[in-house]
């Protein structure tokens, strides 16, 4: 075809980022997930059990004036990024790579990643600012304004704007272009360049226009896919207590810390754990700061509730229908294409192309939540400047050019830069975790009282630099419900 002519191999950058890669992921990034995820479990005491059934409660609140957008829009933002190739592509790499045990350490990765994901989108909430008629925030707004630490903010908007901006974009346009090769053989170049079209007139729209893309999307997409996935395990349902018990005991098994498996099997399962659910990186904050709410804790629950949406629920409705297939799939396909070849021989070679249309909700839907993190950091650098369109144009280019790309460097380049984030955030908000916990038990307290809680800074005179929760009067708060 003619795309074969322009697809990207650099053999050389793809040696050295894998050492890299290995590096960084065996030797420091899975202790810091699992250990600093456990940290946050503890002192946010539990918060990810004991108060999940208010997750649910904060989903149905509305915001209270024009300004921001609400609860749901800003979860929709948030998924929009986190609901992507990581579900369809990352679990059948994690499974291929790892075995059946990976998927029990991309639950280990959700479990403690949603008392991260709490602390992070709260602290995002918190420190956020208003800019016109909607609100802003991020890693790089709490690092300075709670750190003071105006230069390590910088380095953060660099990592974040060429992970989620050029290597993460890149990678998601690579996934559907690879899915309808596969499906269809769509030509790769051609596509990449049709799905750059719609994506300028709603990045150049602004953020009204991307939530309203996202919000009907990111549903619509998930309860599809999810339905095929659940129709596939339940009329298999004696197979799957069978399944979830080779996944928990390949994660420990004898056999496995012998050969080797052990090993991948971890390193796999927290790779494609966190570069699904984002638990730890400092991309949802973004999303989560938009959100206009009482609390700041209200978004912080919101979004560990899309951790456990992304990973318990729609990673493993993808690892079920692919471990109830044939073993040939691991070993002839790689990545989407397994998941294609799973369902399709579960319910048909339509199958097929419904995944690639799957993965074309999924990933683009990331592609827009992506773009936003760029946007809302660039905003954070130079408000209002011509950067802000220099980077639009950048989005677009590197979106085609992902598009046509080797799918091992896409990935690979995709681990290195999502880990050198995750370590610098994460050691981050071990700075800021009290913090956090003051707003949730502050939340809890009014809760107990049978109050809808409003969070005002000035009853914690250790909080510093915020911009949006001041004033004791309930009529005074731009955030009365």
């Not at 810091?32 to 004991?50: A, D, K, M, P």
């Not at 059946?100 to 600012?129: N, R």
Request: charged residues 15%.
């Amino acid at each position: 075809m003619f795309v074969d002519e322009f697809v990207l191999e650099f053999p050389f950058l793809e040696d050295i980022v894998g050492t890299l890669n290995n590096f960084i992921w065996t030797y420091v990034l899975i202790a810091l997930l699992i250990l600093g995820g456990i940290y946050f479990t503890i002192r946010s005491n539990f918060v990810q059990i004991r108060m999940f059934p208010e997750m649910f409660r904060v989903i149905t609140e509305k915001k209270s004036d024009g300004t921001g957008v609400s609860a749901f829009q800003a979860f929709t933002i948030s998924s929009a990024a986190r609901l992507g190739t990581g579900n369809i592509a990352g679990v059948a790499l994690a499974i291929s790579v790892g075995g059946p045990g990976a998927v029990f350490w991309m639950w280990v990765i959700a479990a403690v990643g949603m008392a991260t994901g709490f602390i992070e989108s709260t602290l995002g909430q918190l420190y956020k600012v208003k800019d016109g008629d909607r609100y802003r925030g991020g890693p790089a707004y709490y690092i300075e304004k709670a750190l003071g630490k105006r230069w390590l903010s910088i380095i953060y908007v660099i990592l974040i704007v060429i992970t989620f901006s050029m290597v993460f974009n890149a990678l998601q346009v690579n996934t559907i272009t690879d899915s309808f090769e596969t499906a269809f053989g769509a030509d790769r170049l051609l596509l990449a360049l049709i799905l750059a079209l719609p994506t300028a007139f709603i990045i150049f729209g602004g953020v009204k226009r991307l939530v309203k893309v996202t919000q009907l999307v990111v549903p619509f997409m998930a309860i599809a896919y999810m339905a095929i996935a659940l129709y596939v395990v339940v009329i298999n349902i004696d197979a799957v207590p069978g399944l979830l018990g080779q996944i928990v005991s390949e994660a420990f098994g004898l056999s496995e810390m012998i050969g080797g498996g052990f090993g991948a099997a971890i390193m796999e399962g927290a790779r494609r754990g966190l570069f699904s659910n984002e638990a730890g990186i400092g991309s949802v904050p973004n999303a989560a700061a938009s959100a206009n709410v009482s609390h700041p804790a209200k978004q912080g629950l919101f979004q560990s509730f899309g951790v456990f949406f992304d990973t318990m629920l729609v990673c493993t409705s993808t690892a079920l229908l692919i471990l109830l297939s044939s073993d040939a799939l691991l070993a002839d396909e790689q990545g989407a294409a397994i998941t294609q070849a799973a369902m399709s021989e579960h319910v048909g070679g339509w199958a097929s192309a419904f995944v690639a249309i799957a993965l074309l909700f999924f990933a683009y839907s990331s592609v827009l939540g992506n773009y936003y993190f760029g946007e809302t950091n660039i905003e954070f650098v130079r408000p209002n400047s011509h950067w802000l369109t220099v980077y639009r144009i950048g989005f677009l280019i590197l979106g085609v050019a992902g598009g046509v790309a080797t799918v091992e460097l896409a990935w690979t380049m995709a681990d290195l830069f999502m880990g050198l984030m995750a370590i610098l955030h994460i050691i981050v908000i071990l700075f800021l975790t009290k913090t956090a916990v003051t707003v949730l038990k502050d939340y809890t307290e009014q809760k107990k009282q049978g109050k809808d809680p409003k969070f005002y800074v000035e009853k914690y005179p250790e909080i510093k630099n915020t911009e949006c929760w001041g004033g004791q009067e309930e009529s005074s708060s731009p955030h009365r419900e």
